[in-house]
């Protein structure tokens, strides 16, 4: 089982920076992906950002603003994310894929807005 809590959403304006993170109960190998999914009101979860092994997949609507990293020192994933628009508001979940199995955190809620 691993548990994963995220932090750092909040309210934002458009332009502003945020910074999300997500801490995992235990290590996580670096192989087994780690990433950041949102779900905005009325629309399905998407992937926004995941990293494995080092490599680094963006969804085309955050490329260029966001970016994924990891510490494994610190069994933690982190989500800069820049140059925020109305439009990036949503949950934020974190997941990892350990061996196959699906792990959620409880989401953040990131607003954007003036």
């Known amino acids: 089982q691993v548990q994963l809590v995220e932090s750092g959403g909040g309210l934002v304006q458009p332009g502003g920076s945020l910074r999300l993170s997500c801490a995992a109960s235990r290590s996580i190998f670096s192989d087994n992906a780690m990433g950041w999914y949102r779900q905005a009101p009325g629309k399905q979860r998407e992937l926004v950002a995941s990293?494995?092994?080092?490599?680094?997949n963006y969804a085309d609507s955050v490329k260029g603003r966001f970016t994924i990293s990891r510490d494994n020192a610190k069994n933690t994933v982190y989500l800069q994310m820049n140059s925020l628009k109305p439009e990036d508001t949503a949950v934020y979940y974190c997941?990892?894929?350990?061996?196959?199995?699906?792990?959620w955190g409880k989401g953040t809620l990131v607003t954007v807005s003036s």
């Open positions: 997941n990892a894929n350990v061996f196959g199995l699906n792990y």
């Open positions: 990293i494995s092994s080092g490599r680094t």
